[in-house]
C-alpha cells in the first residue's frame, strides 16, 4: 500500500514483542534436493524441482493456456485486514490495539480468500506472487516483553487460499513462504495476545509438470529496512523479495516478486529498489518477469520507480494499455476514524502494484478483482500478464 501499508506500532515496551528473524520455507513435496542459507542472503540453490499434478479439470485449461505459447503470471497483494492507523496515535496504544484487533476480525477473511482463489481459478496463472499474506495467531496474556510465542491460529490467509482453491480443483502449492515482521502484543479486551506475522509467497501451478520445471529459488530480506521509534526501541519493517528460475517448454525466465517500503519512508524503499536491481542484473542475468506491491506510484514521477526502469526494466502497463489509468489501489480505505465498519470504500486513484520485463515482452495485461461494487478480494487490485516463451 502507500502510506497506509506501513506497519507503525507505538508501545510500551511491557506491550510489545518482536523478532527479527525471517523463515525460509519451500514445499518439500515437490523439491527433490535444496540447499538454503536463509539469513545471509546466499542464493538458495534447488537442484530440481518438477511438479507433479493432477487429473483435475484445471489440466484442460492449462493445455489450452499453453497452445497460446505464453506463460501467465499473477501479482496480488492480499491485504491483511488493517493498515495499522489505530496505533498511530489516533487513541491510546492499547485501545488502538483493541480496535485493531475488531477490524481484522470485521475483514472477512476467508471470504476474501475465496474471491481471491475464484480470480485465480479463473484464470489459472502459472506462477502467482502475493504479498502481505499475513498470520494471525492468538496467545496467552505477556505483559512483559517476550518473543512472539502465540501459536493459536486464528486466521492463515495463506491456507485459506489454498483451501479456496482446492474446492475450485485448481492445482496450486506454495514453493516459497518469507517470513517477515513477526510481531506480537496484548489484547487486554481478551485477554489474550494477537500476533501477526507478515509473509511474501509464491504459488505454481502443479499442473504443468510436463511444461514447467523450477529452479534455485532464493529469498532474501533487504539491507536496508525502515525502523519505527518505540519506548521499546526501534522495530525493524521487514521487507523482502524473492526470485524462481522457471523453466517453461525449455525457455527460461525469472520470476521475481517483491514488497517495498511505504512512501512513508522514500529513502528506504528507493535503496530496496536499488538492491533489488543490482542483484537482478548480476552476471546470470536471464530475462526477468519482476513484479509485486511496490508501493510507489509508476504515474508519479519518483526516484523508486526511475531507479527500475534505469535498471532495463519496462513497466508492462503502460506499454500495452497507454491510453487506460490502470489504478490498483485503494479499492477502500482501512481503519475508519469512527468504526464500525472500519472500513470505507474508495475509488483507486494509485498505481502501485506493477508487473516489469526485462529481455522480455509482454502480450497481455489486465488487472482483477477491481470490480466497481464490493466485495473485493482485497483492497488492492491483482494483475495477471502474459509473457511469450519462445522470445
Not at 540447499?35 to 489450452?64: D, F, Y
Not at 490502470?326 to 476514524?337: A, K, M, Q
Amino acid at each position: 500500500m502507500l502510506a497506509h501499508d506501513q506497519m507503525p506500532i507505538e508501545a510500551h515496551a511491557k506491550a510489545l514483542s518482536l523478532t527479527g528473524v525471517t523463515e525460509h520455507k519451500t514445499s518439500q513435496e515437490f523439491v527433490r534436493s535444496i540447499q538454503v542459507s536463509a539469513a545471509s542472503g546466499t542464493r538458495s540453490t534447488i537442484l530440481l524441482l518438477m511438479l507433479v499434478g493432477l487429473a483435475h479439470p484445471s489440466a484442460l485449461r492449462a493445455r489450452a493456456d499453453q497452445n497460446e505459447n505464453t506463460v501467465k503470471i499473477m501479482t496480488q497483494n492480499v491485504d491483511a485486514g488493517t493498515d495499522f492507523g489505530y496505533l498511530t496515535g489516533q487513541v491510546a496504544f492499547l485501545q488502538g490495539v483493541d480496535m485493531t484487533f475488531q477490524e481484522i476480525n470485521a475483514s472477512n477473511i476467508a471470504f476474501r480468500a475465496a474471491l481471491l482463489a475464484s480470480e485465480i481459478a479463473h484464470k489459472l496463472p502459472a506462477l502467482v506472487g502475493l504479498q502481505e499474506v499475513t498470520l494471525w495467531r492468538t496467545g496467552a496474556l505477556h505483559l512483559s516483553a517476550t518473543p512472539p510465542s502465540a501459536t493459536v491460529v486464528l486466521y492463515d490467509q495463506q491456507n485459506l487460499l489454498l483451501a479456496a482453491l482446492a474446492a475450485h480443483l485448481a492445482n496450486y502449492t506454495p514453493v516459497a513462504v518469507q517470513t517477515l515482521t513477526d510481531v506480537e502484543v496484548p489484547v487486554i479486551a481478551i485477554g489474550k495476545d494477537v500476533r501477526f506475522t507478515d509473509q511474501n509467497v509464491v504459488l505454481v501451478r502443479t499442473d504443468l509438470r510436463q511444461q514447467l520445471a523450477l529452479l534455485n529459488i532464493q529469498m532474501h530480506q533487504f539491507k536496508d529496512q525502515s525502523v519505527l521509534p518505540t519506548p521499546a526501541g526501534n522495530i525493524p519493517i521487514l521487507r523482502g523479495w524473492i526470485s524462481v528460475d522457471a523453466h517453461v517448454q525449455g525457455n527460461l525466465l525469472r520470476f521475481v516478486t517483491t514488497h517495498l517500503e511505504t512512501s512513508a519512508d522514500p529513502v528506504t524503499q528507493l535503496k530496496q529498489a536499488n538492491e533489488l536491481v543490482q542483484a537482478l542484473n548480476s552476471e546470470d542475468n536471464p530475462p526477468v518477469v519482476l513484479c509485486g506491491d511496490f508501493n510507489a506510484d509508476a504515474d508519479t514521477p519518483n526516484s523508486t520507480i526511475a531507479a527500475i526502469l534505469k535498471g532495463g526494466f519496462t513497466d508492462a502497463w503502460p506499454t500495452l494499455h497507454p491510453l487506460e489509468p490502470g489504478f490498483t489501489i485503494p479499492l477502500y480505505v482501512e481503519d475508519n476514524r469512527s468504526p464500525p465498519p472500519f472500513t470505507v470504500n474508495s475509488t483507486p486513484s494509485h498505481r502501485i502494484d506493477l508487473v516489469f520485463v526485462r529481455d522480455l515482452r509482454t502480450t497481455r495485461i489486465h488487472l482483477i478483482g477491481n470490480q466497481v461494487s464490493p466485495p473485493w478480494p482485497s483492497d488492492h487490485a491483482g494483475l495477471v500478464a502474459s509473457v511469450p516463451i519462445d522470445q
